[in-house]
């Protein structure tokens, strides 16, 4: 078969991949793109399985690149999703602590805010309910992030893919088997067509320290899945909140904890979840498919290490959130938020996400930030956690500006 050329090839066709795709073009760095993902419909992995909340920078501790990247991105992303008249539901967010003891969590959370550029407010008990009447804070008080938004992403990946082809992007699918000669720059796809590129960048997700390998990069790391289960509020449910309504997080593990939120569309299901349980495999969404057994052990054996050793406060995890798949546990963690809901108010939605989570062998700790990787003609996207999606333009952008030096574009 004769080669083809890409001035940039970029391996996996999730939002990082795409927005990376659509920055090239738009800032006229390079028109040869050509996107390899190795399943047969675009958005089957995280992108298209999120919560589709777009993050107003909160969380993220001033001077991470989360921080630098999240309100600007999500800023950039609603614009795009007005523009391409894909739903939107402006909803903003409401965050209250579930015990008294984490009040002052509120103000943490204000003060990084503030200084990542979002806009926050306090509410008391009153203006809580005036948003959502059955709400409890344990304090009395909370946290109003009007800026907070809601889309539904599968819908927001396949557009986006939509636009790209438009553009004279290549996007190639199915494309799972290929081998890549780092040196020479190029890669060559299961049914022996080989691809010469000028710079790949690997925005593979679930999978992306496996193709950072393959490169010689980043062996340190390893990737640990969680999986993430959603229920729903049932139709005839009494209690419909109708904005975003988050616990306060433990700031020292990367999940949110259960929230409830709003769909983005005229459907007005209420999703809670995600839990945050490890997972039998990076794909291990249903059942036993996607089943990894060396993986799950690998992974389940440096969980019990953290658990041991209470790495960054491990222990509360395991305890608040491991578990949360568990009907009877997820109830009761909905109903610290909502005392009033009950079983019959819930029922399991089809949802499922794999948030693929980044660990350090060396510093035996879970990467907190984005992590981007240069190696032979080829940029590596690891850890694109949350607020990825959110993030995702600008995201692209940073990446894009990081890679400048190695770019070998014609
Ligand atoms: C349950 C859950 C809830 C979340 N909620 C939010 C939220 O509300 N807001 C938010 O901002 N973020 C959220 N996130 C995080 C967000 O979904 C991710 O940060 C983002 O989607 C990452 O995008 P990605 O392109 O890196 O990965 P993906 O979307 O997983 O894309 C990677 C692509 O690479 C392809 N691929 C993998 N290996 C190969 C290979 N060898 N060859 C070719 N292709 C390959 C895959 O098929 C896939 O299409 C959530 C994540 C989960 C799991």
Not at 259 to 273: C, K, M, N, R
Not at 341 to 360: C, D
């Amino acid at each position: 078969m004769s080669p083809t050329n890409a001035d940039v090839l970029i391996v996996g066709g999730g939002m990082v991949g795409l927005c990376l795709a659509h920055q090239l073009l738009a800032r006229k760095i390079c028109k040869n793109i050509t996107i390899l993902d190795k399943e047969l419909e675009i958005g089957l992995h995280s992108s298209g399985r999120n919560s589709g909340v777009l993050h107003a920078g909160l969380y993220y501790m001033p001077g991470t690149t989360k921080a630098k990247v999240c309100v600007a991105g999500a800023q950039r992303l609603r614009t795009w999703v007005t523009e391409q008249c894909l739903p939107l539901n402006p909803c903003g967010k409401v965050i209250v602590p579930t015990r008294q003891e984490l009040d002052g969590q509120l103000d943490v959370l204000a003060e990084r805010g503030a200084a990542n550029g979002a806009r926050v407010e306090f509410l008391d008990e009153h203006q809580l309910h005036e948003l959502i009447p059955e709400a409890r804070s344990a304090s009395g008080r909370a946290l109003w992030s009007p800026n907070t938004a809601v889309v539904r992403p599968i819908t927001v990946v396949k557009r986006l893919a939509e636009v790209l082809r438009e553009q004279g992007v290549s996007i190639l699918s199915k494309q799972s088997g290929w081998t890549v000669d780092p040196e020479q720059r190029k890669l060559q796809t299961a049914d022996g067509a080989n691809i010469a590129y000028g710079h790949l960048f690997n925005c593979a997700g679930l999978q992306a320290d496996r193709v950072a390998h393959l490169f010689g990069i980043g062996r340190q790391y390893t990737l640990l899945p969680f999986k993430g289960l959603y229920w729903q509020l049932k139709q005839d449910c009494p209690i419909q909140p109708r904005c975003n309504l988050y616990p306060v997080p433990d700031l020292n593990v990367p999940f949110l904890g259960v929230h409830f939120t709003p769909s983005a569309d005229s459907s007005q299901v209420i999703s809670i979840g995600p839990t945050a349980n490890p997972a039998w495999g990076r794909e291990n969404y249903y059942g036993l498919d996607g089943f990894e057994a060396g993986m799950t052990l690998q992974s389940l054996t440096i969980l019990a290490r953290q658990y041991l050793t209470n790495t960054g406060g491990f222990r509360r995890y395991v305890h608040d959130q491991a578990f949360l798949s568990l009907p009877p546990l997820l109830l009761q963690a909905a109903q610290q938020l909502i005392p009033t809901l009950q079983a019959k108010h819930l029922e399991r939605s089809q949802k499922v996400g794999i948030r693929s989570q980044l660990f350090n062998r060396k510093t035996q700790q879970l990467e907190d930030d984005f992590l981007c990787l240069q190696g032979p003609g080829s940029t590596h996207v690891l850890n694109a956690i949350s607020p990825a999606f959110t993030a995702s333009f600008a995201l692209a952008d940073l990446i894009l500006d990081q890679a400048a030096p190695s770019l070998n574009l014609p």
